[in-house]
């Protein structure tokens, strides 16, 4: 079965400090994953495909297959990154079904 | 473009009761998609919809039903509301099956 796991419900960094947000996933196949970001009341929005390997707002994610990780990370956060942080997962073939992880909340500390 | 516009925002039930979380896009988006989040959880898909005509059910679909009989619309039934549907209710759509999904703004849902 496909699973998203984000083992962090809370990440509290100061300013400036490096950012690590963890996914792993479990999935018989070659996978699709995405970064989502939520701002406190705000509606999701898309912050990285793992297919068009950007970087968004200075974050980065790499998709690695051996671990099946798709960590998102940022050298340098800044206060206005705090948010909630969804990792999820493409099912293939199939409606274009995401699976969701339950979330971990970023707070950046100045 | 208005992007996926979802109403109400708000809506407060009593147990029993139905009522249709409405969902529209303008952006000629094939695939949209229902979800609930609840704290803990993430986001639950409840129902999906590869194209107008065409829908199927997701993780949590007990409860809920769906229509799509034009590309922009996607309503949510609640056919008879109890306070596990207590929720945040996301509407979203795609264009293609990799791209990613946009979302709407949300209805907060309570169920007394």
């Known amino acids: 079965a496909q699973r998203v796991t984000q083992p962090e419900k809370l990440l509290s960094v100061f300013k400036g400090a490096p950012v690590e947000l963890k996914c792993n996933y479990s999935?018989?196949?070659?996978?699709?994953l995405f970064w989502y970001v939520q701002y406190s009341r705000q509606r999701l929005q898309l912050l990285l495909r793992?297919?068009s390997r950007e970087s968004i707002k200075g974050f980065t994610a790499d998709l690695n297959k051996g671990e099946t990780s798709f960590h998102l990370k940022k050298p340098f956060a800044q206060e206005e990154d705090s948010a909630m942080y969804y990792c999820?997962?493409?099912?293939?073939?199939?409606?274009?079904?995401?699976?969701f992880g339950t979330g971990t909340q970023l707070k950046v500390e100045l | 473009n208005a992007g996926v516009t979802q109403t109400p925002k708000f809506q407060v039930l009593k147990t029993g009761q139905s009522m249709t979380l409405q969902c529209a896009q303008d952006?000629?988006?094939?695939?949209m998609s229902w979800y609930r989040q609840d704290p803990g959880m993430g986001l639950r898909l409840i129902h999906y919809s590869v194209g107008a005509g065409i829908t199927d059910q997701g993780e949590v679909p007990n409860g809920y039903n769906v229509s799509r009989s034009t590309t922009e619309d996607f309503p949510l039934r609640l056919l008879s509301a109890a306070p596990s549907q207590t929720s945040v209710y996301f509407c979203?759509?795609?264009?293609?099956?990799?791209?990613?999904?946009?979302f709407g703004s949300g209805t907060r849902l309570t169920v007394v």
């Open positions: 999820a997962l493409n099912h293939r073939g199939g409606g274009n079904k995401l699976t």
């Open positions: 793992h297919i």
């Open positions: 979203a759509s795609s264009p293609t099956a990799n791209y990613g999904y946009t």
């Open positions: 999935y018989s196949g070659s996978p699709e």
């Open positions: 952006m000629n988006h094939e695939y």
